[in-house]
């Protein structure tokens, strides 16, 4: 109970979105797992030289972990969707359900933040 009295300031705004858009965005499991794998590479290299440096390091980690994970969605391609072992795209961009309806009603909620990059 004490987490959620911590959390409730931030948690309740995601409320007042539509479900639909509620469902759009709330996992975060993609990104963490991304985030999981670049945070490896990172503290195993320990100092950058530069900011550009780390930059340059994780950028071709993510080519890396595209990469690969690329090579095992080619391999499972002809099985059916509940038979294949490749974890889905992170950094290409994964199908979502309703993303376009989601990003409109984001756009209509936070036009300064959303349209710009439209």
Known sequence: MATWDRAWERFTPFLAFPPMLRRVIYTTNSIESLNYQLRKISKNRGHFPSDEAAVKLLWLAICNIEDKRARERDKDRNLPAD???AKPRVVEGR????????LAQLATAY????????
């Open 83 to 85: 038979k294949r072992k």
């Open 95 to 102: 199908i979502t359900t309703n993303w376009k309806q989601a």
């Open 111 to 118: 036009p300064d933040r959303i349209n710009p990059h439209l």
